[in-house]
């Protein structure tokens, strides 16, 4: 039989243990102030460090490993090394208020941690951990490591949750459920080693995360970005070749708008453009399409809870429609709750989470009895069985009796020619209950009298914007997601209760 590079995969149990048969010079380049090319042998030989430099820090099989810090090689290297040595990694989002991450450190039992020197105050000074800006080279123990022994159900790591309502919820990963996912990604990207993989997300998040993992564990190039810009996503897209971008629709959104950037930049040389983790809509693939005009759009789907793959081809070989996610990939279950072609997404895989950490009683309401998985996901079958993203179900709000998915108004409001990006949410209202109110980011001179004729004529009455703002972009959450919550706020304070 063919040994391919990444036939390691179906033997390793460790999530850490991902060194591909098949070295390279480049196999990270970090996007900084002064780019960084790593090979294969510096990058795992350093991962392999890691683990062996917390084995003189007296830790218990099991014990939590938290990171906080900025993207950064070291970062991926420290992920796999704790892993690798048995223990579970606690990757945590930097942006969070002091007081949540004592939160967290103390609800996942942080008993150790990276810490990125511009976040040292962050992290409690009852947990021991190492500055990777002053004490990494100390910290690092060269030399060979065996990778612990693990069972595919044991933890490999825990990524909380954003939080927008509440506290952030944990979500421990297993060794197995990740390696499934890795391993379906390659089963289904014949040739992936020879890519070279961009990822710009913040690496607390699984999309990024999740794209370092498949890359590196299949040998092909990943170029990881410090810190998500527009204009440097372009860039380095074009200077490093690369030729698989994954991104949020807002990444792509936001780089679209980057005129003087796509200008000097030659992207020809991408062949794939993944988006994922939010929807999108046609003028955005449309745009997207003629500023990448060698690459297969791919609409990706996964969430931390379940894992990051669900969706892919057609198993008759149907194409995909351009909007849609796919159809149900082997070895994932998929159900729409209630039944019929419409409704709330129900997933059942062997990456789902075995329950919210110390919260059993929000586990129950999303995972039942038989592992089945209820996303909040709203969307669509069509009659070959391909499934469409349509909203979060807990994005909606009622105007009047009326049910209203802010995701379809901005889809609608983005069709008009003068329209770059929106985002609609609701604002209080004593008769109607709420009313949605935009946020536009214009392409061209348009009014707000002209974008809401334009709403009414295209929609139902009910769902048009009472009031558009415009903005010169669209502020972003940690994941590079529109920021809902922070546009919400804005609404509410420009017009409190008074909208009509």
């Not at 949540?100 to 511009?118: G, P, R």
């Not at 391993?183 to 607390?204: F, K």
């Not at 999309?207 to 170029?223: E, H, W």
């Not at 209950?433 to 974008?451: I, Q, T």
């Amino acid at each position: 039989m063919r040994v391919t590079p990444t036939s390691y995969l179906t033997r390793t149990r460790n999530l850490g243990d991902l060194r591909p048969a098949r070295p390279r010079p480049d196999a990270l380049i970090e996007v900084a102030e002064a780019d960084r090319i790593l090979s294969t042998a510096t990058f795992f030989d350093t991962v392999d460090a890691v683990a062996r430099g917390l084995g003189r820090h007296g830790l218990k099989p099991g014990a939590r490993v938290a990171i906080l810090s900025a993207n950064r090689w070291e970062y991926l290297a420290a992920f796999l090394g704790i892993m690798k040595a048995g223990y579970v990694a606690v990757p945590l989002n930097q942006k969070l208020a002091r007081d949540t991450l004592t939160w967290i450190f103390s609800d996942s039992e942080v008993a150790f941690a990276f810490v990125e020197a511009q976040f040292a105050d962050m992290c409690p000074t009852t947990v021991p951990s190492i500055d990777l800006d002053r004490d990494w080279a100390d910290f690092l123990d060269p030399g060979p490591f065996t990778a612990a022994q693990v069972t595919e159900a044991d933890d490999a790591l825990i990524l909380y949750t954003s939080g927008s309502t509440s506290r952030p919820k944990g979500v421990p990963l297993s060794h197995g459920g990740h390696l499934w996912a890795i391993r379906t990604r390659l089963e289904g990207s014949p040739g992936y080693e020879e890519q070279r993989v961009i990822a710009a997300a913040p690496l607390y998040h699984m999309n990024a995360l999740f794209t370092a993992l498949v890359a590196l564990a299949a040998g092909a190039s990943f170029v990881l970005m410090n810190a998500f810009s527009a204009a440097g996503f372009v860039a380095a897209i074009s200077r490093h070749r690369v030729s698989l971008v994954t991104s949020v629709p807002t990444m792509i959104a936001l780089a679209l708008r980057e005129t003087e950037a796509l200008a000097s930049a030659d992207l020809s040389c991408v062949k794939v453009l993944g988006m994922g983790s939010a929807p999108t809509t046609e003028k955005l693939l449309e745009d997207a399409r003629a500023a990448f005009p060698n690459a297969r759009i791919n609409l990706g789907y996964g969430t931390t809870e379940s894992g990051p793959c669900a969706f892919g081809a057609h198993p008759d070989g149907l194409p995909k429609p351009p909007a849609a996610l796919g159809y149900p990939l082997a070895g994932v279950d998929v159900r729409i709750a209630g039944g019929g072609d419409d409704g709330i997404l129900e997933l059942r895989t062997p990456a789902v989470t075995r329950g919210y950490l110390n919260l059993p009683q929000k586990t129950a309401e999303v995972i039942d009895a038989e592992g089945w998985y209820s996303t909040g996901d709203l969307v669509h079958r069509d009659e070959n069985g391909f499934y469409f993203f349509v909203g979060r179900h807990d994005n909606m709000f009622t105007c009047g009796g009326e049910n209203i998915y802010p995701e379809n108004v901005e889809q609608m409001i983005e069709a008009h020619p003068m329209v770059r990006q929106s985002c609609v949410v609701p604002v209080p209202d004593d008769l109607k209950g709420f009313k949605p109110v935009a946020f536009v980011v214009r392409s061209g001179d348009v009014s707000e009298d002209e974008l809401k004729r334009f709403a009414l004529a295209n929609g139902p009455a009910y769902q048009h914007p009472r009031q558009i703002f415009f903005l010169e972009k669209l502020p972003l959450a940690g994941t590079n997601k529109v920021d809902r919550k922070a546009l919400q706020r804005l609404a509410m304070a420009e017009l409190g209760e008074a909208v009509s």
